[in-house]
């Protein structure tokens, strides 16, 4: 399953190196007993390894940000911190995902290297934070206020933490050791006066005798941004289509059987009952823009309260103990259901007086009608409201052992999320189908569901032909329903450590960590159940439930092998190895071998391979079905599809399907999508797989620090980095399977849909899979230079540069599919910041860059404006017209005063020039699950303006 030979490998050549050095220099005395007394016990656990040591360089890149970094930034959430440094690619979860109403609503996540949140390994102190049940850290759930320092590993962990740590490990350091307290308050708006944020937060420390503690709490709210309020999410395709992707059901009803087939339209003001007021149906006219009714941003509120304490036993012997509360609660919009006989499988019954195709008209044969309209009366709303609870307690300490100094500790610590998501705006299919059943007027004038003496009790007939603000409250009352289901995680551990010295070398102390863990994670999601009977126009998904543990093993190695010799100042590597036991799959080991040189002082080198895991969740094993309206584009649409670019297989493979020439995709009307990645228009199913295995991952990282004793404050340092996924467990999208049946041949993906008589994709069925490969491959650079201080105050400049070289997925047919430079994997992402001091003043200049994107074309597929690379061959799927996007950099300011009460009040401005975005059609087909809108949701949407204000006791 992974490369075994790694550990033996990196020991093997720990050994020659260990015998290089004994043979390549002279004997080193052994430190006097008074001397190995002497030596410090003060020592720091840094991220990325459990060996505590007074160096916190390391063989592998860690990047931190203190909270004095942090502070002035203009950003107060964890989740948006962490999302503007250079390694994390467009979160998969934000508030931009105005769409999804599922227990992800309104939480925040982080992907470092664009590998996915799962890959992603979030810790607090060291220790693992809780996740739902598809493995997602909710960074919103960490209060920004307890942060000492956040360290981000870019490198592979699971040697060191375990699962999950392929793409990196984020580890948020907490406060300690304060003597007195802080209080802040932040404001801050949107240049358009919308979109306000604010947050307060109060944190007390202190000592008494053997006693240490910090408390904190804090408070935040921001406010929605609707999409009406943006030019580039007004309309569904952007302000240059303002007519394209709009939506047949809209406010006035839609008749599709009309005798002419062509639809009718009600008109503006017209009697839903009187077929002559209505007019032939025109999507140029008729269609409604759903985004008026969403929100581009969601409303979300913060609470935390949040405490640690550490009590001195003995001089050696420390007990600490820590809790969380938090509750996030998130509101999201979108628009009202799209009501209609395609999504409910419902007719307005001939005998309903509100049928103007029907008996009450006279017909000599009166009809059902087929119908759409959208429920714009009660829009769509969901309350995601999630509380974590989390406490940990444990003792550690130091002893001596002869001249060999050691470190232990034994903790425990429990997690739990327990959430609620609430919704409404969906609606009772049993009421709806007796509301549109036969009704009439009775002889006290009040329409009634059912016939002259067979009145149905407690039913109201529906108007749902009218126009907006024809479905009254009786009616929506009736037929409308609110939905409420519950979720949530626990999350466990115990762990035991012990670390120290082991044996003197002529270059120094070899020192080890080793110890057991115990881990258990279990999960449910319990939907509406009356959604779940599928009586509901809310999505049905399965109830489910899960739990596995695992037991653990680790050790790790730090072996000095040269010192203080020419061209090597330093020579040392580290081993490490972890064997891990899960209930649900087996077992694996995996492995690191790290190595640092300095040839000089100023200098040195660095170096890592690792192997890494990932367990499937418990989602990815036990989640259950679920339905979902898909956005997918069908590769035989004669305008939008692969056919329309001439790829010769997709043109064979729809021949031979039966579909002729000129095929097209179409909408809910029955009309052509206007727009490649439309809405399905019945629903498609997803869902889990018990018989997924791990994923497996090799990295590798090789740089240098250089920090020239010539050029006082400055460091530079480059660092290459590969990651190599093999049996990634993926989503399969929709797009997925139709391209594997059309595109490329694959059979057996033919057999996961079916078509109707039209030719339209039905009953597709989608679900996770081991699916080939993901590789990514790039450079990190880092530049800070404190200038010297000149009598008009300190500079100091901080660079942080990610190149991606390489992102490829491999499928499991052998297609690569390279995305380095394409939505929304940039090549490069750089953050600038110029700092400058003096005295009580201060300003930071910040530049956030971006470069440009390439994105599949949804217009102009034979080239034009909107269309730049018309001819662009995409390796093994043929000519894939794509769009060139360019490159975007947002300014930052930020200016602060120390009040001489120990007071420091901030003033600053995110994107001061108010850049606009570029548009990316890609981003509305909400495939990767990140937006609903024409825009990337890692960009600026505008100004954004903030007041800070800090007041230490």
Same mark, same amino acid.
């Given at each position: ?50 060996? #505590? ?116 490990? @984020? ?73 394209? /992707? ?6 006035? /009803? ?21 077929? /002559? ?35 001195? @036993? ?31 499988? =419902? ?52 002893? *001596? ?118 881990? #258990? ?67 694996? &080991? ?5 190595? *640092? ?23 990815? =094993? ?58 399905? &228009? ?111 105050? *300190? ?13 490829? *997925? ?93 007071? &420091? ?36 949407? /505008? ?11």
């Amino acid at each position: 399953m992974k490369q075994k030979t790694l550990l033996a490998t990196a020991i093997a050549a720990a050994l020659m190196l260990h015998t290089f050095a004994v043979t390549a220099q002279d004997a080193t005395p052994a430190p006097s007993a008074d001397e190995s007394k002497a030596k410090s016990l003060d020592t720091v656990t840094v991220t990325g390894s459990r060996i #505590r040591s007074v160096d916190v360089e390391t063989a592998q890149p860690v990047f931190t940000m203190s909270r004095q970094e942090i502070q002035k930034q203009g950003y107060v959430s964890v989740g948006d911190i962490l999302s503007h440094i250079t390694a994390s690619g467009s979160a998969g979860y934000s508030r931009s995902a105005s769409l999804t109403s599922n227990t992800y609503a309104g939480s925040a996540t982080v992907e470092l290297r664009g590998l996915g949140a799962a890959r992603t390994l979030v810790l607090v102190d060291g220790r693992r934070w809780g996740t739902n049940a598809d493995g997602f850290t909710d960074l919103d759930t960490i209060p920004s206020s307890i942060i000492e320092r956040i360290d981000v590993l870019k490198d592979g962990a699971s040697a060191i933490y375990g699962s999950d740590a392929i793409a990196g490990v @984020i580890n948020i350091i907490t406060r300690k050791n304060i003597q007195g307290g802080d209080a802040n308050v932040y404001y801050g708006q949107f240049g358009q006066g919308d979109g306000a944020k604010q947050q307060y937060d109060f944190t007390w420390g202190n000592k008494i005798g053997k006693l240490s503690y910090v408390f904190s709490g804090s408070y935040a709210k921001d406010d929605p941004v609707w999409a009406k309020d943006r030019d580039f999410s007004r309309y569904p395709l952007g302000p240059r289509h303002s007519n394209s /992707g709009l939506s047949g059901f809209g406010p006035g /009803g839609l008749i599709l059987n009309d005798p002419s087939g062509n639809g009718l339209k009600l008109n503006p003001g017209g009697d839903p009952t009187k077929l /002559g007021d209505y007019h032939t149906y025109d999507p140029s006219v008729d269609n409604f823009n759903a985004n008026q009714q969403m929100m581009l941003i969601n409303g979300a509120k913060r609470k935390s309260l949040f405490g640690k304490a550490d009590y001195a @036993i003995t001089d050696n012997v420390n007990a600490h103990v820590d809790a969380t509360y938090t509750e996030r609660t998130a509101n999201i919009q979108i628009a009202g259901y799209p009501l209609g006989t395609g999504t409910t499988g =419902l007719v307005v019954d001939k005998d309903s007086y509100y049928n103007p195709l029907g008996s009450r008209q006279g017909y000599t044969t009166p009809q059902d009608v087929e119908f759409l309209r959208r429920g714009v009366e009660t829009p769509r709303l969901t309350k995601n409201t999630l509380k974590t609870y989390r406490v940990g307690a444990g003792l550690d300490g130091v002893f *001596q052992i002869g001249e060999r100094n050691f470190n232990w500790d034994v903790s425990g610590f429990f997690n739990k999320n327990k959430g609620d998501v609430f919704g409404t705006g969906n609606y009772n299919l049993i009421n709806l189908a007796q509301g549109l059943g036969p009704s009439f007027k009775d002889s006290d004038g009040v329409i009634k569901c059912g016939r002259p003496g067979a009145v149905i009790a407690g039913c109201t007939p529906v108007n749902v032909l009218s126009g907006w603000g024809g479905m009254t409250p009786d009616m929506l009352n009736y037929v409308g329903v609110n939905t409420n289901g519950t979720y949530g995680t626990q999350t466990s551990g115990l762990a035991a450590n012990i670390g120290g010295d082991v044996v003197q070398l002529p270059a120094g102390m070899v020192q080890f960590a080793a110890g057991l863990e115990y881990r #258990r994670e279990a999960g449910y999601n319990r939907p509406d159940g009356f959604s779940q009977t599928g009586n509901s126009t809310d999505l049905a998904s399965d109830s489910s439930s899960g739990k596995y543990n695992t037991k653990e093993a680790y050790a790790e190695l730090n072996i000095p092998v040269l010192a203080d010799l020419p061209g090597a100042k330093l020579l040392s590597v580290d081993l490490a190895s972890r064997y891990s036991k899960y209930s649900t799959f087996g077992s694996t &080991t995996n492995s690191k071998f790290g190595i *640092q040189w300095k040839p000089i002082d100023d200098l040195m080198f660095r170096g890592s391979i690792s192997e890494g895991f990932r367990s499937p969740t418990i989602n990815d =094993l036990y989640g259950g079905q679920s339905q979902t309206f898909d956005s997918y584009t069908d590769p035989c649409d004669s305008r939008f599809g692969a056919v329309a670019s001439g790829n010769a297989n997709a043109i064979a493979a729809c021949r031979a399907a039966g579909l002729a020439p000129g095929f097209v995709q179409t909408d809910s009307t029955g009309k052509p999508v206007s727009a490649a990645d439309s809405q399905s &228009t019945t629903p498609f199913l997803s869902g889990s797989n018990e018989k997924l295995k791990p994923e497996t991952s090799l990295s590798k990282t090789l740089g240098f620090v250089y920090s020239p004793s010539y050029v006082d404050g400055l460091n530079v340092s480059l660092d290459w980095y590969n990651i190599r996924i093999t049996n990634v467990i993926t989503s399969v999208t929709s797009n997925d399977v139709l391209d594997d049946c059309y595109l490329r041949g694959i059979q057996s993906a033919c057999g996961l849909f079916s078509r109707d008589t039209k030719g339209q994709v039905v009953g597709l069925v989608h679900t996770l899979s081991n699916r080939g490969k993901l590789e990514t491959e790039g450079y990190d650079l880092s530049l800070t230079y404190r200038l010297p201080k000149f009598s008009f105050g *300190q500079f100091r400049v901080n660079v942080d540069t990610n190149y991606v070289s390489k992102y490829n *997925q491999t499928l499991s047919n052998g297609v690569i599919s390279y995305n380095a430079g394409q939505y929304s994997t940039w090549r490069i992402r750089s953050n600038a910041n110029l700092d400058w001091s003096y005295g009580d003043f201060g300003a930071t200049w910040g530049i956030r860059y971006y470069s440009g994107l390439k994105e599949d074309c949804s217009f102009d597929l034979n080239g034009g404006p909107e269309c730049s690379l018309p001819n662009y061959v995409s390796p093994g799927q043929g000519v894939t017209p794509k769009r060139q996007v360019g490159g975007i950099a947002f300014n930052d300011l930020s200016v602060r005063w120390n009040a001489p009460w120990n007071g &420091t009040f901030s003033v600053g401005a995110n994107n001061v020039f108010d850049r606009k975005s570029p548009i990316f059609y890609t981003a509305s087909s909400n495939t990767i699950g990140n937006s609903s809108f024409v825009g990337n949701p890692a960009y600026d949407i /505008g100004r954004f303006w903030y007041v800070r204000y800090n007041q230490k006791f």
